[in-house]
């Protein structure tokens, strides 16, 4: 399932524009020096190594890294908006008494994003994300969300100005893309504006994933510049944005949020075959053969229990759809299929079943 949710999260990226990038799980001291976390974040930081006299640190944000890739070179007006996503294990310290399940834990994914844009992009960049987020949370079924726009804090880096703008582009998007929000005044983080989206499951409760943050503060730490239209050097504005949050934490909320039973596309195994007897099984064998090389993930029960006792574990085990062979599927090449949402479909060609099941798997459905 991970594999299946970095995938299309991967190929959705690369189809909106953003370059995947991978970034290393420690640095020197220096670099979380320069970006502040050793000042603002130590108490949720790992210990740090010494490595030939010089002091290194796991990373507790990808952020520093992909502000390096920024400034290897330096860009031009016509090259923004410039994305970068990464898939970035980050290490946080949490106290254990903290800790809990997939939900909290001390070493995590995050779905990563830094988009390097000028100050008249905000808007089109935040809308973008948004239109995004939404594409990517209801594709695994969450349709409800609950936002909030954070605000100037009392104590902030950057100008009134370009707080003001920032805001304002939020604002906009949010308007634009027609969701009711929330306003917290004053909730904003020190270097600026932030929208938060929070997701309801099937039961109601209402989970932060989501998150878009404007940055003033780190490109301003870091010196960055972009050459304007102007020929003159500028500072770009950074947006912070992440979707899943963390791939363990969203993980964690899909399986409660599907309670296991999940649509064809994500179920870990998505068919059984159970033959009714063993003379039955280097038949069922072959076609889970034929199967898989089609792409679908497919067991054989290989007991040898009733076939009764079978179904009743398949079904246990949520599988979403079981097939039955027997003499009669043997020589017919068919298959006697029983959905888990739908119940029993009758007899259907191998052919047919492998076909109406990529189909389904291609329309992230069920079956």
């Known amino acids: 399932m991970r594999n299946l949710i970095e995938t299309f999260w991967k190929n959705t990226h690369l189809a909106h524009g953003y370059e995947l990038v991978s970034t290393p799980h420690v640095a020197n001291l220096e670099l979380w020096k320069t970006s502040g976390h050793n000042d603002f974040y130590r108490d949720s930081m790992f210990d740090t190594m010494e490595v030939e006299e010089q002091t290194y640190q796991l990373k507790p944000m990808n952020c520093p890294f992909h502000i390096l890739i920024f400034k290897d070179v330096l860009h031009s007006y016509r090259e923004f908006p410039l994305r970068m996503a990464e898939l970035g294990t980050v290490y946080r310290f949490e106290r254990s008494g903290t800790l809990h399940g997939l939900m909290r834990v001390r070493g995590f994914t995050q779905d990563d994003a830094h988009i390097f844009c000028t100050s008249t992009q905000i808007k089109d960049e935040i809308?973008?994300?948004?239109?995004?987020?939404?594409?990517?949370?209801?594709?695994?079924?969450?349709?409800?969300?609950?936002?909030?726009?954070?605000?100037?804090?009392?104590k902030y880096v950057g100008e009134?100005?370009?707080?003001?703008?920032?805001?304002?582009?939020?604002?906009?998007?949010?308007?634009?893309?027609?969701?009711?929000?929330?306003?917290?005044?004053?909730?904003?983080?020190?270097?600026?504006?932030?929208?938060?989206?929070?997701?309801e499951d099937a039961i109601g409760r209402r989970w932060q994933c989501s998150t878009i943050q404007v940055d003033f503060n780190l490109p301003e730490r870091f010196d960055l510049e972009y050459v304007g239209e102007d020929g003159n050097r500028h500072r770009?504005?950074?947006?912070?944005?992440?979707?899943?949050?963390?791939?363990?934490?969203?993980?964690?909320?899909?399986?409660?949020?599907?309670?296991?039973?999940?649509?064809?596309?994500?179920?870990?195994?998505?068919?059984?075959?159970?033959?009714?007897?063993?003379?039955?099984?280097?038949?069922?064998?072959?076609?889970?053969?034929?199967?898989?090389?089609?792409?679908?993930?497919?067991?054989?029960?290989?007991?040898?229990?009733?076939?009764?006792?079978?179904?009743?574990?398949?079904?246990?085990?949520?599988?979403?759809?079981?097939?039955?062979?027997?003499?009669?599927?043997?020589?017919?090449?068919?298959?006697?299929?029983?959905?888990?949402?739908?119940?029993?479909?009758?007899?259907?060609?191998?052919?047919?079943?492998?076909?109406?099941?990529?189909?389904?798997?291609?329309?992230?459905?069920?079956?």
């Open 127 to 154: 809308l973008g994300v948004l239109n995004l987020a939404e594409f990517i949370l209801s594709t695994f079924g969450f349709e409800q969300y609950e936002v909030n726009l954070s605000t100037r804090p009392e």
């Open 160 to 199: 009134n100005a370009i707080w003001e703008q920032a805001t304002t582009a939020l604002r906009q998007a949010l308007d634009a893309k027609g969701w009711d929000y929330v306003v917290d005044e004053g909730g904003g983080a020190f270097y600026g504006p932030k929208i938060d989206i929070k997701i």
């Open 236 to 367: 770009p504005i950074m947006i912070h944005r992440a979707l899943f949050g963390s791939l363990e934490r969203f993980f964690g909320i899909l399986v409660e949020n599907y309670a296991g039973d999940f649509p064809l596309w994500l179920a870990p195994v998505q068919a059984r075959l159970i033959p009714v007897s063993d003379e039955h099984l280097p038949h069922a064998m072959a076609i889970a053969a034929q199967m898989k090389v089609a792409g679908l993930r497919v067991q054989v029960d290989q007991s040898g229990d009733r076939m009764a006792k079978q179904i009743r574990r398949a079904e246990l085990e949520k599988i979403p759809v079981m097939a039955i062979i027997g003499a009669k599927e043997v020589e017919s090449e068919t298959l006697s299929i029983r959905s888990r949402q739908h119940g029993e479909l009758g007899s259907m060609g191998v052919s047919t079943v492998i076909e109406k099941m990529q189909l389904v798997v291609s329309e992230r459905g069920w079956f």
